[in-house]
């Protein structure tokens, strides 16, 4: 078996249907406009201070009305720990998730893409808050994406699990401010054990190259007393 083909790719197509179109994996659901809306302003203030050293920017009380917004929010916000609960009686994780999330603003995000092939796909570039080496994506944020895109591979691939070994050969720099492309694909299964591959390419250039052992297991839901997720797609 080629390393890049799925492990039955048959298989994948009577799980999935004949025919269909690529979806983003698993749909995020939509939820108050408004709440996007400030996630995004805040990736654009994330992005900015990224890029505020040795900057021109007069920042007199700029930390001022930063800080009066953040402590309006704060005032408004469920703690912590009571966010862990609500973030379980919704949509789960899809929504907070760190690399897609649309309520999350360390997250990019990535958008993902479901193909034909059973494999999960998506662009992104990636700009100076993702820093590692000079001009080059910080391996930790790579290993962060795959380690996530892998998980959805593996439900686009019905499969789930935790991650129980994860690992990565950097082949190249990873080059920020230009679109990357990131694929992850089920590579085998065996009774609870998924073995998913992923890659990291800029343009035909391979950068990253990952592989993670996956277990099915679940784990107790914050705030539900008895409850297990089974972390396939952030529901129960
Ligand atoms: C739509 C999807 C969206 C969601 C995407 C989310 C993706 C995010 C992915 C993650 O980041 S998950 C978070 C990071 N992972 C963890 O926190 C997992 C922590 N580890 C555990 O909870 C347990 O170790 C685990 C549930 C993974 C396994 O514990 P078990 O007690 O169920 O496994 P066990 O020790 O019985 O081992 C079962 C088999 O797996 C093998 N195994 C376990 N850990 C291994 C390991 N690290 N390396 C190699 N093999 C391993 C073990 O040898 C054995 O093989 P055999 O059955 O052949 O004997």
């Given at each position: 078996m080629r390393d890049d083909e799925l492990f039955s790719f048959e298989d994948a197509r009577q799980r999935l249907g004949e025919s269909f179109d690529p979806l983003p994996v698993p749909a995020i659901p939509p939820a108050d406009p408004d709440?996007?809306?400030?996630?995004?302003?805040?990736?654009?203030?994330r992005d900015a201070s990224a890029a505020l050293a040795m900057s021109e920017v007069e920042l007199g009380d700029i930390a001022d009305r930063l800080g009066e917004v953040?402590?309006?929010?704060?005032s408004r916000v469920a703690g912590p720990a009571d966010r862990l609960e609500t973030m379980w009686k919704g949509a789960g994780t899809r929504r907070s998730n760190p690399v897609s999330g649309p309520e999350n603003p360390i997250a990019p995000p990535v958008d993902f893409v479901g193909c034909d092939d059973g494999s999960v796909m998506a662009t992104v570039t990636l700009g100076p808050a993702y820093q590692g080496p000079p001009g080059c994506v910080h391996g930790g944020i790579s290993a962060l994406i795959i380690d996530h895109m892998m998980g959805l591979a593996n439900h686009w691939g019905g499969r789930y699990g935790?991650?129980?070994?994860?690992?990565?050969?950097?082949?190249?720099?990873?080059?920020?401010?230009?679109p990357l492309?990131?694929?992850?694909?089920?590579?085998?299964?065996?009774?609870?054990?998924?073995w998913t591959h992923g890659t990291?390419?800029?343009?035909?250039?391979?950068c990253v190259?990952?592989?993670?052992?996956?277990?099915?297991a679940?784990?107790?839901?914050?705030?539900?007393?008895?409850?297990?997720?089974?972390?396939?797609?952030?529901?129960?």
């Open positions: 709440l996007d809306r400030v996630v995004v302003e805040l990736r654009r203030l953040a402590s309006l929010l704060e935790m991650t129980a070994h994860y690992e990565l050969d950097y082949r190249s720099p990873t080059p920020l401010l230009q492309t990131f694929r992850c694909w089920v590579h085998e299964v065996d009774g609870r054990k998924t990291i390419h800029a343009g035909d250039r391979l190259e990952a592989r993670g052992l996956f277990l099915e679940s784990v107790p839901v914050p705030g539900q007393p008895g409850t297990r997720s089974t972390v396939a797609d952030g529901s129960q």
